[in-house]
C-alpha cells in the first residue's frame, strides 16, 4: 500500500549507459515530479508532469528524458550516464498543480562509476 | 533565480535543548512548506504556512511565516534524539506550476 513507489533503489553503472528509472503513485494524483538530491543534500526540481502534459523542464540536459504513459506513472530515462548524474533521484506527486503537499517517493541512488 | 537561504546547515545538540532554524529568500512565495528527510526515505510534509505572520504548532515545533512571506522560522523546543534528521524548507512559487524552491536544508543531530 506504497503511495509513491520508485525501482531501482539503488543504481550503480558505468558511464556512457543508458538507464532508466520506474516512479508509480496509487494515491490518485494528477501532478508528478522528478527532483535530484546532490551529495550535499540539495533538492533540486528536473520536471513535473500534470495529467501526464510536461508542465516544468527545469533546465535539465535533454539527456534526461521523463515519460508519463498514464496519470500513475512517471519514468525517468537517462542518456549516456556521466560521473555528474550521481546523485539520488526522488519521484513526488500532488493532488493537482494547485494542491500544496507533495508526497516524495523513497528515492533511487544512482552511482556513476 | 529565485533562492531559499537555510541556515544553519548543521546542529549537533543535546537533548532538551531548544533550537531554531531559519529559512530566508528575496522572493514572496505563495506559501512555504517544512519538510523532514530521514536516511534513506523522501521528504516527509510537516506543516504549510500560507498567510503572512502566520504561526503553526505541532507538538514541541513551532513554525511561522515572515509577514511579507520571504522567510520562515521553525523552532523546537526541548528537543528529543527522535528529532534527529534532515529540515527542508520548501517555498512554491507563484504561477509555476506547483514548483518548490528548496532551502539547503539543516542536518539536526540531538545526542542524549
Known amino acids: 500500500d506504497t503511495a509513491v513507489s520508485q525501482t531501482p533503489k539503488y543504481l550503480v553503472t558505468q558511464m556512457g549507459n543508458d538507464k532508466s528509472i520506474k516512479c508509480e503513485q496509487n494515491?490518485?494524483?494528477?501532478?508528478m515530479y522528478w527532483y535530484k538530491q546532490d551529495s550535499k543534500k540539495f533538492l533540486k526540481i528536473m520536471f513535473s508532469?500534470?495529467?501526464?502534459?510536461?508542465?516544468i523542464n527545469e533546465t535539465v540536459p535533454n539527456r534526461f528524458s521523463p515519460k508519463s504513459p498514464d496519470k500513475a506513472h512517471l519514468n525517468l530515462h537517462i542518456n549516456s550516464l556521466e560521473l555528474g548524474d550521481s546523485a539520488v533521484y526522488f519521484c513526488?506527486?500532488?493532488?493537482?498543480?494547485?494542491?500544496?503537499?507533495?508526497?516524495f517517493g523513497p528515492g533511487t541512488r544512482l552511482t556513476v562509476l | 533565480t529565485q533562492l531559499l537561504e537555510q541556515s544553519p546547515q548543521f546542529l549537533s545538540i543535546q537533548e532538551g535543548e531548544n533550537l531554531t532554524v531559519y529559512c530566508n529568500s528575496s522572493?514572496?512565495?505563495?506559501?512555504l512548506q517544512w519538510y523532514r528527510q530521514e536516511p534513506g526515505e523522501g521528504p516527509v510534509l510537516l506543516v504549510t504556512?500560507?498567510?503572512?505572520?502566520e504561526v503553526k504548532k505541532l507538538k514541541r515545533l513551532t513554525f511561522q511565516f515572515g509577514d511579507a512571506r520571504k522567510d520562515s522560522s521553525l523552532h523546537i523546543t526541548a528537543a528529543q534524539p527522535g528529532d534527529t534528521g534532515l529540515y527542508l524548507c520548501?517555498?512554491?512559487?507563484?504561477?509555476?506550476?506547483?514548483?518548490?524552491?528548496f532551502g539547503q536544508g539543516t542536518e539536526l543531530s540531538v545526542k542524549p
Open positions: 513526488a506527486s500532488s493532488q493537482d498543480l494547485a494542491y500544496n503537499e507533495q508526497f
Open positions: 494515491l490518485g494524483h494528477d501532478t
Open positions: 508532469y500534470n495529467n501526464k502534459e510536461l508542465i
Open positions: 522572493s514572496v512565495f505563495s506559501s
Open positions: 504556512v500560507v498567510t503572512g505572520g
Open positions: 520548501a517555498g512554491r512559487i507563484y504561477n509555476q506550476g506547483g514548483k518548490l524552491i
